[in-house]
């Protein structure tokens, strides 16, 4: 009896051992999806997948890159956020990692394409797709070179994926020079775009494959397990959040709707739609990096300067038009990226509020308006209004009394 429970005891710890064994055999691979326009909603995305494959002892962080780009700032996070992690980093371009999906692919310890696959063209243009200065070229340029550097990439490559009047005709690749004759764009005085190919050749990519099986494969990875982190609600929700048009026009209905609201007896619908556009603008703008803890003082301070004003001195003078220039100049700054821009940036941003203003003044009106015409909003006043008339009646009854 002893005997067999003894050999059942052993059999058990046999079984425990070898799950225990194969378990650590299987390479834990975290997959993070970057695709279409980078905005400063996929930061958040990047430092929640990278935390969650810290907490859970991942031994690889596969980046699925498939993108023409997008901000500047957000790609600089995301770049950031890739270079401070300890695990071994992969940036899979799944087609396409054009302008700032560049820097993010660079950023990371290896480079893999699929066939016909293209990398590069990173100069930093506006909105409109015009060029900007000179000052935001130098700084992606360097930014570019630096990451790539820090990669065991070529510098020279990266810093002519901004700046297409770099010259230059060789390169060393693992020891060997090699002349520059067949990358698209050196020779006609263009941004530098690399196929597969070209960008395996001159030592940008390291391999090729067409999934991130085939990746796993050429790592010699053949024991894995695959979590791919996927966007949550409060991530999209916050892409929403920052789009430019939408952030203008929150913090619009806000500063209306609270300015309004302090120069009216009581508090109503305005002040309150106000309150919950500016906290949603600059909450999302803080959890983004796009507002910085001086943007946010910056209009606390306009708030409380209008709050002064409506409160403790009667009529609008000094304190209440300061408290309005202070209050705009903070939002302002919530649509200009902490990375050097152009004055074409700071002129659009412009732009872009004072229409954000003139459409949320124009909207605030029509609302009210349907506000004031529907039959809740004519049976409320009808009922305050009868109030109002019972209590004079009262009172005149109760002077003839």
Same mark, same amino acid.
Do not use: H
């Given at each position: 009896?002893?005997?067999?429970?003894?050999?059942?005891?052993?059999?058990?710890?046999?079984?425990?051992?070898?799950?225990?064994?194969?378990?650590?055999?299987?390479?834990?691979?975290?997959?993070?999806?970057?695709?279409?326009?980078?905005?400063?909603?996929?930061?958040?995305?990047?430092?929640?997948?990278?935390?969650?494959?810290?907490?859970?002892?991942?031994?690889?962080?596969?980046?699925?890159?498939?993108?023409?780009?997008?901000?500047?700032?957000?790609?600089?996070?995301?770049?950031?956020?890739?270079?401070?992690?300890?695990?071994?980093?992969?940036?899979?371009?799944?087609?396409?990692?054009?302008?700032?999906?560049?820097?993010?692919?660079?950023?990371?310890?290896?480079?893999?394409?699929?066939?016909?696959?293209?990398?590069?063209?990173?100069?930093?243009?506006?909105?409109?797709?015009?060029?900007?200065?000179?000052?935001?070229?130098?700084?992606?340029?360097?930014?570019?070179?630096?990451?790539?550097?820090?990669?065991?990439?070529?510098?020279?490559?990266?810093?002519?994926?901004?700046?297409?009047?770099?010259?230059?005709?060789?390169?060393?690749?693992?020891?060997?020079?090699?002349?520059?004759?067949?990358?698209?764009?050196?020779?006609?005085?263009? !941004?530098?775009?690399? &196929?597969?190919? @070209?960008? $395996?050749?001159? *030592?940008? #990519?390291?391999?090729?494959? +067409?999934? =991130?099986?085939?990746?796993?494969?050429?790592?010699?990875?053949?024991?894995?397990?695959?979590?791919?982190?996927?966007?949550?609600?409060?991530?999209?929700?916050?892409?929403?959040?920052?789009?430019?048009?939408?952030?203008?026009?929150?913090?619009?209905?806000?500063?209306?709707?609270?300015?309004?609201?302090?120069?009216?007896?009581?508090?109503?619908?305005?002040?309150?739609?106000?309150?919950?556009?500016?906290?949603?603008?600059?909450?999302?703008?803080?959890?983004?990096? !796009?507002?910085?803890? &001086?943007?946010? @003082?910056? $209009?606390?301070? *306009?708030? #409380?300067?209008?709050?002064? +004003?409506? =409160?403790?001195?009667?009529?609008?003078?000094?304190?209440?038009?300061?408290?309005?220039?202070?209050?705009?100049?903070?939002?302002?700054?919530?649509?200009?990226?902490?990375?050097?821009?152009?004055?074409?940036?700071?002129?659009?941003?412009?732009?872009?509020?004072?229409?954000?203003?003139?459409?949320?003044?124009?909207?605030?009106?029509?609302?009210?308006?349907?506000?004031?015409?529907?039959?809740?909003?004519?049976?409320?006043?009808?009922?305050?209004?009868?109030?109002?008339?019972?209590?004079?009646?009262?009172?005149?009854?109760?002077?003839?009394?």
């Amino acid at each position: 009896m002893k005997t067999k429970f003894k050999n059942i005891l052993i059999g058990i710890t046999f079984l425990f051992s070898a799950f225990i064994a194969a378990d650590g055999l299987n390479k834990k691979v975290y997959v993070i999806p970057i695709q279409d326009v980078i905005d400063l909603g996929i930061p958040s995305l990047v430092n929640r997948g990278i935390d969650l494959a810290e907490s859970n002892n991942a031994d690889l962080i596969i980046f699925d890159i498939d993108t023409f780009g997008g901000r500047v700032d957000a790609a600089t996070q995301i770049k950031d956020s890739i270079s401070s992690t300890e695990i071994e980093t992969i940036a899979f371009i799944n087609r396409r990692a054009i302008s700032a999906g560049s820097l993010i692919s660079l950023s990371c310890d290896q480079i893999y394409m699929t066939g016909g696959a293209t990398i590069g063209a990173t100069s930093v243009v506006d909105m409109s797709g015009s060029k900007q200065s000179e000052k935001s070229q130098s700084y992606m340029r360097e930014e570019m070179a630096a990451t790539a550097e820090k990669s065991g990439k070529n510098p020279d490559i990266a810093r002519g994926m901004v700046d297409e009047e770099l010259s230059f005709e060789y390169l060393v690749v693992d020891g060997d020079t090699l002349q520059i004759d067949d990358i698209e764009g050196r020779k006609e005085g263009k !941004l530098i775009t690399l &196929t597969t190919e @070209l960008a $395996i050749k001159y *030592g940008i #990519a390291d391999g090729k494959g +067409e999934s =991130i099986e085939d990746v796993l494969s050429s790592l010699k990875i053949e024991d894995y397990n695959i979590v791919t982190v996927d966007e949550n609600w409060s991530e999209n929700v916050v892409r929403i959040l920052t789009n430019p048009t939408v952030s203008s026009l929150l913090t619009t209905f806000g500063t209306i709707g609270v300015i309004s609201e302090l120069y009216s007896a009581g508090w109503g619908i305005g002040g309150t739609i106000g309150i919950i556009c500016l906290t949603l603008a600059l909450g999302a703008g803080y959890l983004t990096q !796009l507002a910085s803890s &001086t943007d946010i @003082l910056i $209009i606390l301070s *306009g708030l #409380a300067l209008l709050l002064v +004003e409506a =409160i403790a001195i009667p009529g609008f003078g000094v304190f209440g038009i300061a408290g309005i220039i202070i209050l705009f100049y903070g939002l302002y700054l919530l649509l200009i990226p902490d990375v050097p821009v152009s004055p074409e940036i700071y002129s659009e941003a412009l732009d872009g509020f004072s229409w954000a203003i003139v459409v949320g003044i124009f909207g605030i009106i029509f609302i009210l308006r349907l506000i004031g015409k529907s039959a809740f909003f004519q049976k409320l006043v009808s009922s305050d209004s009868n109030k109002t008339t019972l209590k004079k009646n009262f009172k005149n009854r109760s002077k003839v009394e």
